[in-house]
């Protein structure tokens, strides 16, 4: 699988209804003893990552997450953005996910994710 479609697997694991379904893609993409990181949480392993998904939607059932953005990536990390919405295909949120790759390119080792735009400068 390509990174792209990596990637996209992730984003299906934040957005399947079904845990059982969640484990599955999740399992697929994510490395043993990865971890995932955002200004709310952080987890290790993917039971934690999943514990944490459930948290989530519950908070906005049958939403799910969208990647908004090409897939850029050099040396093992890539970047993309991407767009939470909820069950009406509202944005409830958007962010930048930072991930780095198993030498490989199988997995994902470990996620960094960062909320909303970054802040202009502000005039000089």
Same mark, same amino acid.
């Given at each position: 699988?390509?990174?792209?479609?990596?990637?996209?697997?992730?984003?299906?694991?934040?957005?399947?209804?079904?845990?059982?379904?969640?484990?599955?893609?999740?399992?697929?993409? &994510?490395? /043993?003893?990865?971890?995932?990181?955002?200004?709310?949480? #952080?987890?290790?392993?993917? $039971?934690? @990552?999943? +514990?944490?998904?459930?948290?989530?939607?519950?908070?906005?059932?049958?939403?799910?997450?969208?990647?908004?953005?090409?897939?850029?990536?050099?040396?093992?990390?890539?970047?993309?953005? &991407?767009? /939470?919405?909820?069950?009406?295909?509202?944005?409830?949120? #958007?962010?930048?996910?930072? $991930?780095? @790759?198993? +030498?490989?390119?199988?997995?994902?080792?470990?996620?960094?994710?960062?909320?909303?735009?970054?802040?202009?400068?502000?005039?000089?």
């Amino acid at each position: 699988m390509d990174t792209t479609e990596l990637i996209d697997r992730y984003c299906l694991a934040w957005s399947d209804p079904q845990p059982a379904q969640r484990a599955v893609l999740l399992e697929q993409v &994510w490395a /043993a003893g990865a971890t995932y990181t955002d200004p709310l949480a #952080h987890a290790t392993g993917s $039971a934690e @990552l999943l +514990a944490h998904i459930t948290r989530v939607q519950a908070r906005r059932p049958r939403g799910k997450v969208v990647r908004t953005s090409v897939v850029d990536i050099h040396h093992g990390i890539a970047r993309f953005a &991407w767009k /939470a919405v909820d069950a009406a295909g509202a944005t409830v949120i #958007h962010g930048i996910d930072i $991930a780095f @790759l198993s +030498a490989d390119g199988a997995k994902i080792e470990r996620i960094l994710g960062f909320f909303g735009a970054l802040e202009p400068l502000p005039p000089r």
